[in-house]
């Protein structure tokens, strides 16, 4: 397989329990790294790290103490996070006006300051070793307005905006800093999703060959497939209303609107009960 060896190189995966998680998860443990797992739902994690022969560590990512707490107890058992892939995160749907703001604002609970409590976990002592790299995975939510999923699109979007603004803050510290964007991913958070005709849902593991793009090669900025880029291009170099007549034509602005509600409670409900409790290595 193409790229630098990550032998025996910690590396952290945030919910990593199932989905896109677990399928970088297993990649980087084919390509030699030590993997370790962490997740908010203990049970779904425990069958996966059996599954997988790897450790594991229930951490919910909103939980800043959380972090700190299993960040030393990786470096002083396991070794120093060489990777950390931010890949945690929640979708809920609905109209922006007519939804719950608590319940709408946990998504950026989960995405934002998920991802910046493990930004600030870790990279303090990667920038003291020289060497590092942080992977955010983000979405192409995170370069249009992806309506019906609007705190969703907010989150991918803050998520693209702090990595890219702290990638420059630490570009002569040895440590990187990247972000994914994939189109929409067959797992659990596309759960009653209506499917369009293009692009069609495409696989975790294919997500997972992204992080290790950005991992093997040092890009910044990875789409998942190659053609989710036109979500940043489109927007920047066609009149609004020809890309948006595109968006419609396509039905992005339906995907969600039009999704199986039923289906979707079951799936946000997961995350009401999983939330909080201890973490347990
Ligand atoms: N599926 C898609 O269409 C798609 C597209 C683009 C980006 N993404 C992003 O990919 C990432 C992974 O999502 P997925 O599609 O694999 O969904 P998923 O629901 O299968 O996996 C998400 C994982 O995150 C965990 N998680 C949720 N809240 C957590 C918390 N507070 N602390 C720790 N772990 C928590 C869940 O338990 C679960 O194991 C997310 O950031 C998502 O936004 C997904």
Redesign the pocket.
Known sequence: MAGRSWSGKVALV??????????TAEVLKARGAKVVL????AE??ARTAEALNMPAFR?????PDAWSAVVAEIEDDIGPIEILV??????RLGPFLANDPDRDDVQL???VR?VMHGMRAVLPRMRARGRGHVVN?????GRVGTPYAAV?SA??HA?IGVTEAVRQELIDSGVQLSY????????????G?RELAWPK??A?ED?AHGVMRCLDRGLVEVYVPRSGRLAAVLPAILPRRVYERIGRLLGVDRIFAEADHAARAR?EA??AE??GGETVG
Do not use: F, H, W
């Open positions: 945030t919910g990593s329990a199932q989905g896109i998680g677990r399928a962490a997740d908010v739902q779904v994690l951490l919910d990512v909103t939980d931010n890949n945690a995160g929640i979708m609970e989960v995405n998920g995975i983000a979405s192409t939510a969703y989150s991918k998520v994914v964007c994939p189109t929409p991913v067959r797992t659990a958070l596309l759960t999703a849902p495409i975790p997500v799936y997961t995350y999983a939330a």
